[in-house]
């Protein structure tokens, strides 16, 4: 890595392409807090699973629906699929097109609201774009593959209902200060939401020791070791078990006060016994990222740097780099980018917890859940 750490990271983005803001050492931590959850979705799309997300739904609380919570990504089991083509010319999709060709193509839209988002709006892609609600379903679409005058769509409709929960934290300290303020109430808040969002909760014996509590609809309850627990679920058939269960993923990024590898502090010891999945992305994984992409990118990089520096820029009109929104052209060579490079990026992410885990595991979990018979388990 060519900066010592991403402290140093952040100072060179403060000095080129935030100078012009009112504090640019935190617009350029805004920035890389971007960056964990741009890096965390091209992950997720790499790893199939594109049709499966969702981006800021509310999540209700577990026996508490009264209560929901956004979060960064959720993944869906899929009703049902499809693709569509059409012939295009332009640089703007909008959901009341796709819609119309969808009701040419015979699909039954009569329970969905129908919902006016752009997929596509002046070359700025929506990403996991909603074209229509209903009860309980969301109907999504997103773009397969496009020629100059084709588009290929992809058409999921996802249940409300998730199987997987990911969420991103990183908090920044201001210049001379050896810890954020609000950074413990930060992870108290990820904390609370992973400990509510799934059936699944954890409790402590009085040695300390983790345990996993799930009740089934009778009342009656299994209190097992927390991981024994959850590795029986996640490749159970057992309805009772599966329907409000939810996998939390939290993927963290350091600045200073998250972490150490010999001494985790408070922050992230709170994180780690709160979502059944830690991951640490490294400085050397984001430093990559941003060195390779948008500092010193090669010329065929070079439309994301633009996309991102127009992200920022004094007079900018439109954010075109963001979890949501996300220049086309830059959306093609980043998941082009990933796919050519992604062992290497798998290992840009440390496991915190479960101990003794592999990223693989994860994988296989996400995979496992991904292809059970939902439409049979959420009767």
């Given at each position: ?6 402290d ?21 931590g ?54 569509l ?29 129908h919902?006016?988002n ?6 700025v892609l ?28 992809y ?55 983790m ?15 927390f ?31 998250w ?10 010891k ?26 010193k ?35 093609k ?10 062992s ?26 991904q ?9």
């Amino acid at each position: 890595m060519a900066f010592e750490s991403v402290d140093k990271l952040q100072k060179v983005l403060a000095n080129k392409v935030f100078k012009h803001t009112k504090d640019p050492k935190k617009a350029a931590g805004r920035a890389l807090g971007t960056l964990v959850e741009i890096i965390t979705y091209y992950l997720l799309k790499t790893w199939g699973l594109n049709n499966q997300i969702s981006i800021e739904r509310g999540l209700e609380e577990y026996g508490n629906p009264d209560i929901t919570h956004n979060v960064e990504y959720s993944l869906h089991p899929v009703v049902r699929n499809s693709n569509l083509t059409f012939v295009h010319s332009g640089d703007t999709i909008t959901t009341t097109k796709v819609l119309k060709l969808l009701e040419a193509e015979n699909y039954d839209l009569k329970k969905f609201e129908h919902k006016s988002n752009h997929l596509l709006n002046k070359g700025v892609l929506r990403n996991a774009c909603t074209i229509a609600t209903s009860e309980n379903s969301f109907l999504l679409c997103s773009i397969k593959s496009s020629t100059k005058n084709e588009i290929e769509l992809y058409i999921y409709e996802q249940s409300r209902k998730p199987y997987a929960m990911f969420e991103c934290k990183r908090v920044g300290v201001e210049e001379g200060v050896t810890k954020g303020p609000q950074t413990i109430e930060k992870a108290k808040q990820g904390a609370y939401v992973a400990r509510t969002a799934s059936s699944l909760q954890k409790i402590r014996n009085e040695k300390g020791e983790m345990y996993g509590i799930i009740y089934r609809s009778d009342g009656s309850y299994i209190i097992r070791p927390f991981v024994d627990l959850l590795e029986e679920i996640v490749h159970s058939h057992n309805d009772e078990l599966l329907k409000r269960f939810i996998l939390t993923v939290g993927v963290v990024s350091n600045h200073g006060n998250w972490f150490t590898s010999d001494n985790p502090n408070k922050e992230l010891k709170v994180l780690a016994q709160s979502y059944d999945w830690l991951l640490f992305l490294t400085d050397n994984g984001l430093a990559q990222f941003i060195e390779t992409l948008l500092l010193k990118p090669k010329k065929k990089f070079k439309p994301v740097r633009k996309a991102f520096l127009s992200s920022y820029k004094e007079e900018k009109k439109k954010n075109q780099f963001t979890k949501v929104q996300m220049n086309i052209e830059a959306d093609k060579i980043l998941l082009s980018y990933f796919s050519a490079n992604i062992s290497n990026i798998e290992g840009w992410f440390n496991i915190i917890s479960p101990k003794r885990k592999k990223l693989f595991t994860l994988k296989d979990e996400l995979r496992e859940l991904q292809n059970k018979n939902w439409i049979d388990i959420l009767k």
